[in-house]
């Protein structure tokens, strides 16, 4: 049955942009969302992000948007994705998409661009990385971020789960230092619970060991969007 809410969810992304519009801008696709649709679209990506509180997260993303608000959000939401496209395109293991129909970035990090085997302490690399992710946070202030960290299922539950917890708070510890509000963050981990990839086999593991970062629009953005809209 939870696989069926997780396939059930995925339907409900729709177009998941990775590095590309599929065609379309976010401000025409979030337009495009009613109501309805829209709440079943947040509702659907809380139910792959970090179980139930990130089922109430979701909902709470998907009922903003619909028409101009939408389409508002969404457009300022595609500027973002571009910017950080540039500043992380070069960085291999890294890959931005736009879900939630254009109101929604999600950013992902292998974790071997961020961590040793079985540390939660940031390379010296992966500070260079995160540094240009939070210049573009600081750029974008009117968002929420919210840092998932996942494991592969090598080891216990027991070891897993809070690996994956102290790995999303180094995340948020270091944007922390450099500039971003703590007020805008919150850290999950989820451990080996949402695999993409098959942890029979090296490369399924290696997907499953990442930080995923989802930036939303903050009740400022929305509430500003709305009063533009009327």
């Known amino acids: 049955m939870k696989q069926l809410s997780k396939l059930f969810a995925i ?52 009922a903003i948007a619909g028409g101009t608000a939408g389409a508002i959000i969404g457009n300022r939401m595609d500027q973002q994705a571009k910017e950080l496209e540039k500043e992380l395109g070069d960085v291999g293991g890294a890959q931005v998409e736009t879900v939630n129909d254009g109101q929604a970035i999600k950013v992902t990090f292998e974790s071997g661009i961020l961590f040793a085997t079985n540390s939660s302490t940031l390379n010296p690399a992966s500070q260079e990385v995160l540094s240009r992710f939070a210049t573009s946070l600081q750029n974008n202030p009117d968002t929420d971020v919210k840092i998932y960290g996942h494991t592969d299922s090598t080891g216990s539950d027991a070891i897993n789960n809070p690996l994956s917890q102290r790995r999303a708070e180094s995340v948020m510890n270091f944007l922390s230092t450099r500039g971003v509000t703590g007020a805008r963050m919150e850290s999950q981990g989820v451990g080996s619970t949402q695999p993409i990839g098959d942890n029979a086999t090296a490369t399924g593991r290696t997907l499953n060991r990442r930080v995923e970062i989802y930036i939303l629009p903050n009740a400022k953005m929305i509430r500003e969007a709305e009063q533009q809209a009327r």
């Open 11 to 62: 339907a409900l992304l729709g177009c998941v942009v990775v590095f590309t519009s599929c065609g379309t801008s976010n401000a025409v696709r979030g337009g495009g969302i009613g109501a309805g649709a829209g709440a079943a679209v947040g509702a659907g990506i809380g139910a792959i992000i970090g179980g139930g509180q990130g089922a109430a997260w979701g909902a709470g993303i998907g």
